[in-house]
T-cell receptor, first 109, second 115 residues
Framework: KNEVEQSPQNLTAQEGEFITINCSYSVGISALHWLQQHPGGGIVSLFMLSSGKKKHGRLIATINIQEKHSSLHITASHPRDSAVYICAVGGGSNYKLTFGKGTLLTVNP | DAGVIQSPRHEVTEMGQEVTLRCKPISGHDYLFWYRQTMMRGLELLIYFNNNVPIDDSGMPEDRFSAKMPNASFSTLKIQPSEPRDSAVYFC?????????????FGAGTRLSVL
């Protein structure tokens, strides 16, 4: 079974700061997902990536397949970025996801 | 599209009662997933369907849990009898593999409290 570790568990930042959340996994995968869960509970998929880097607005996700590691970066953080960020990895079929415990990000104005 | 629709949003029941959670996936999606989220264990996959057929139910905790997908637009997750340790948020998600997207779209979840 794939073990997915996220760090840090909790992160508090000031508005405008650059944020990095890390995700490591133990077994080779076909894809890695970053999800965002807002305080209201809804879950939104941010990225799915299997190599390299993807960018969407102020969010950047990178993955290093050899190192079994991914990072989610937020540039110019804003209070509305406050949420739980969850890393999930998919195995051979890519449908069955294993999730990290999440990183609670709080961005203060 | 309205997205993935789950009902009810909140359910409070007493131990021993039957609970049925409902999900309507996004039209045209051929994969449907049921997840459970707790503080202790985070998100866990319970079961997933492809074209209405259960593919992997290894995450279903025990025989008290069952899931069905009678057609492409409806799925249920049933707990009978319910126990306090089943209290959690249950999410349904759907995905369209045919576009090679593999992005999963989540419903708003059902918050279940078993007293």
């Amino acid at each position: 079974k794939n073990e997915v570790e996220q760090s840090p568990q909790n992160l508090t930042a000031q508005e405008g700061e650059f944020i990095t959340i890390n995700c490591s996994y133990s077994v080779g995968i076909s894809a890695l997902h970053w999800l965002q869960q807002h305080p209201g509970g809804g879950i939104v998929s941010l990225f799915m990536l299997s190599s390299g880097k993807k960018k969407h607005g102020r969010l950047i996700a990178t993955i290093n397949i050899q190192e079994k590691h991914s990072s989610l970066h937020i540039t110019a953080s804003h209070p509305r970025d406050s949420a739980v960020y969850i890393c999930a990895v998919g195995g051979g079929s890519n449908y069955k996801l294993t999730f990290g415990k999440g990183t609670l990000l709080t961005v203060n104005p | 599209d309205a997205g993935v629709i789950q009902s009810p949003r909140h359910e409070v029941t007493e131990m021993g009662q039957e609970v049925t959670l409902r999900c309507k996936p996004i039209s045209g999606h051929d994969y449907l997933f049921w997840y459970r989220q707790t503080m202790m264990r985070g998100l866990e996959l319970l079961i997933y369907f492809n074209n209405n057929v259960p593919i992997d139910d290894s995450g279903m905790p025990e025989d008290r849990f069952s899931a069905k997908m009678p057609n492409a637009s409806f799925s249920t997750l049933k707990i009978q009898p319910s126990e306090p340790r089943d209290s959690a948020v249950y999410f349904c998600a759907s995905s369209d593999r045919r576009g090679a997207k593999n992005i999963q779209y989540f419903g708003a979840g059902t918050r279940l409290s078993v007293l």
